[in-house]
């Protein structure tokens, strides 16, 4: 039997959370990609039994991610970094025929149409996914399902306590996607009292901000007669590893930016 060619990444951030997440998981899968290298900020602050271990297990780890992009043969970058610099990165890769799958925040309206526009140029996949939990993509699109039969909708989004932003991106995702949808504009009460919620597209938002959450969001309805609540909730970070792995392999078959995965899936 043929064997399949197997995809070729490296992971920006491997020491993070999300990183180390993302190394294991496509460890776990080397039947489907090849982990090349892993990028860290600054090699000399790395543990030796660290780098040892990596070194065991066949990837290079190194601080240059310019100098690894540039040797050529990888397919797929997974960047997982900070907002400083997930752009400078991103773009180093589609430079270098290197196909971003973005996970990290803080790229700018700007940022992204100038890869968008690289993606283009250079016929390359590249997939922004502000949330890489599928149950969370699924329960945007079945709200912005729901909405088309419901009269009225509010949102209620609970996070850890160390979450800056509020609303979440994935709320305001969510609204957005549901007003876009609606058979009716939401006609919702008292919507200028403060306790009434944050409208976002005519959606009222509520931000809980409690120890021993992760993320969860509830989309709640209300139609006569009935209520109809569609409810994620993420448990803990290894909720992203299949829609990274997911990322991973149509990043391969595209030729353009997707941003979010609800466009994949
Ligand atoms: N899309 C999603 O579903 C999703 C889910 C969760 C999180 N995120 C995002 O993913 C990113 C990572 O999250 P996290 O929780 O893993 O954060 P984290 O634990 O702070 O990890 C970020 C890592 O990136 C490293 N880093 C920063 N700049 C770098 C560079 N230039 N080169 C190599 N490594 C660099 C950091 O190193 P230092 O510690 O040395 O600075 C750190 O190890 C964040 O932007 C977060 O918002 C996305």
Redesign the pocket.
């Known amino acids: 039997m043929p064997q399949l060619q197997k995809a070729r990444v490296i992971v920006?951030?491997?020491?993070?959370?999300?990183?180390k997440s993302a190394v294991e998981t496509f460890l776990a899968n080397s039947d489907r990609f090849e982990l090349v290298a892993a990028?860290?900020?600054?090699l000399g602050?790395v543990d030796e039994k660290v780098k040892q271990e990596f070194k065991d297990r066949g990837v290079k780890l190194t601080?240059n991610?310019e100098a690894e992009l540039h040797k050529g043969g990888l397919d797929i970058l997974v960047e997982?970094?900070?907002?400083?610099?997930?752009f400078h990165?991103s773009k180093l890769a589609l430079n270098n025929g290197v196909r971003p799958v973005i996970?990290?925040?803080?790229l700018s309206d700007d940022d992204i149409n100038e890869l968008n526009a690289l993606s283009q140029k250079h016929s390359l996949g590249t997939i922004i996914?502000?949330?890489?939990?599928l149950g969370a993509i699924l329960m945007m699109k079945f709200a912005a399902q729901a909405s088309k039969y419901m009269d009225r909708y509010e949102i209620i989004e609970k996070h850890h306590e160390a979450k800056i932003d509020s609303p979440s991106g994935t709320a305001i995702k969510t609204a957005k996607l549901i007003s876009q949808n609606a058979k009716a504009k939401n006609q919702s009460p008292h919507a200028s009292e403060i306790s009434r919620g944050e409208l976002h597209y005519g959606v009222p938002i509520h931000s809980l901000r409690l120890q021993g959450y992760v993320a969860s969001q509830e989309v709640i309805f209300g139609g006569q007669g009935q209520t109809l609540t569609i409810s994620h909730e993420t448990i803990d970070?290894s909720s992203?590893m299949p829609?990274i792995l997911l990322a991973a392999e149509k990043v391969m078959d595209l030729d353009r930016l997707v941003y979010g995965l609800e466009n994949l899936i």
């Open positions: 920006a951030g491997a020491l993070g959370k999300m990183g990028v860290v900020r600054d602050n601080d991610i997982l970094t900070t907002p400083d610099s997930v990165n996970g990290a925040t803080g996914a502000p949330n890489f939990a970070r992203f829609g």
